[in-house]
């Protein structure tokens, strides 16, 4: 399925997406479903073929992806009547070519046919803006709901039972609403600020920034109470980006800080790569010296809460034990969900 195509600054259904942050249009769920899933099968797919063809570029805006991969076949697209079958070939793109295996000049031809492709449906026809939509359409309650309400249900909790956590900063990674619960003012004594960022900012109060590329913290002062980072590993595309991700979440934090992570539920349930174990108590427990203080499981959706226990973190057991990823267990209609540290 392509994604559908849609004007600069309207959705699908046409509407203006300037009032995006507080205002979503509306898509059945299984439209939905399938842009997000879209979305993410093209950025995996184009994240390998950077890597087969050794392309190096670290930034995630979409639109210096999209002026880089231009330049880059405008200078380098040799044959663009090749008889390619996209869809087919992207299906089987990691089967077909593997990587450190050497790629003939025919292969960069076809890889370089199907990155042209990816990016012209996924940057081209407003990917990255569509597939915001799709997910603010998610976060409705109706659909799995605001993860937020979680996190917040959670810090009253905490407060209840003794523990103080009040007057937090808190950064809120992959902020696609700016009225989501966290932002509601009754719990303003518990989240004091909160600074929002997103690759793709569609609203004013909410920063465009990659976290991966956000300048490292110097003093404790530069730190945050709280991190919310939900639904955001997940998409990064490539596992080693991730791990990198899981200690920028370490060097962000404060002590006795709050990190809340939320992923798809099939991350740690249906995964070749992942489990619960090796996320939680071999990644951020061992590893990253958090402790795991709350954790809620639904359909669909997996929630935790990690409180960080000081700021050492033990990169060389994770280079080591978690550098490339391990098959735990392989059943038919897994998926390849996994974090490294290589
Ligand atoms: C599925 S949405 C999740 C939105 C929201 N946090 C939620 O829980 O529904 C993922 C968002 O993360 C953003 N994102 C992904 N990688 C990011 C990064 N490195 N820095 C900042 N935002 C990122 C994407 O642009 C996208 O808007």
Known sequence: ??????????TITGKS?????????NIKPKTTKKIINRYHFLIKCRAYI??????KFTKTDDEEINNFVKTYLKENMRNVNLEVNSEEELLNLRKNYQKNKKISSNDIDRLNFLLNFITEEIVDNGGLQKYQIASIMGQNSDRGGDSSKKLMSWILELNDSGKSFKD???LEIGCLRVDNVI??????????SIERIDLNSNHPDIKKEDFLMKTLPESNEQKYDLISCS???????DENKRGEMMIRLKKFCKNQGLVFLVLPL??????RFTDDELLVTKIM???????????????????????????VYNEKYLKKNHGSKRIIKNKPGMNNFCITFG
């Not at 427990?285 to 700021?311: A, M, T, W």
Request: glycine content about 2%.
């Open 285 to 311: 427990e061992q590893g990253l010296n958090f402790k795991l203080i709350k954790e809620h499981k639904s359909n669909k959706i997996v929630y935790y809460l990690f409180q960080n226990n000081n700021s």
């Open 1 to 10: 399925m392509a994604l559908l195509k849609s004007k600069k600054n309207t």
């Open 231 to 237: 639904l955001v590993v997940n998409f990064v595309p």
């Open 168 to 170: 937090m900063s808190a």
């Open 50 to 55: 950077f890597q087969l063809l050794n392309l």
């Open 17 to 25: 997406l300037n009032k995006l942050g507080t205002k979503p249009v």
């Open 183 to 192: 932002s509601q003012h009754k719990y303003k004594k518990f989240i004091k």
């Open 266 to 271: 099939p991350c740690v349930t249906n995964s």
